[in-house]
């Protein structure tokens, strides 16, 4: 089982960052995936979610009209589009997948990729 982000680096503000995670060895296709990202001396926290069939998709309120997260299940790749970047968006981005069912739950991550905005 993997997830692998990619796309992240350093940004001016108002910039834009393209992250993908690409997921092998699992039924990518029944999960729900979510970006995550955890600033230096602050707890990790939901950045967006989407459903398993991308039929609907959740935002952090720090990010609603400026990051657009979507999926390709035939790629097995999820992506976040980030506009507007702010310095305050500054941190590890962790892709993750869950998955419960009636006798386990399953919930992988990514190794995670750094984004730096500043100028």
């Known amino acids: 089982v993997q997830l692998v982000e990619s796309g992240g680096g350093l940004v001016q503000p108002g910039g834009s960052l393209r992250l993908s995670c690409v997921a092998s060895?699992?039924?990518?296709?029944?999960?729900?995936v979510s970006w995550y990202r955890q600033a230096p001396g602050k707890e990790r926290g939901l950045v967006a979610e989407?459903?398993?069939?991308?039929?609907?998709?959740t935002y952090a309120d720090s990010v609603k009209g400026r990051f657009t997260a979507s999926r390709d299940n035939a790629k097995r790749t999820v992506y976040l589009q980030m506009n507007s970047l702010k310095p305050e968006d500054t941190a590890v981005y962790y892709c993750?997948?869950?998955?419960?069912?009636?006798?386990?739950?399953?919930?992988?991550w990514g190794q995670g990729t750094q984004v730096t905005v500043s100028s």
């Open positions: 989407i459903r398993s069939d991308g039929g609907r998709t």
């Open positions: 993750n997948a869950r998955r419960a069912t009636v006798l386990k739950e399953y919930d992988y």
């Open positions: 060895g699992f039924a990518f296709s029944n999960y729900v």
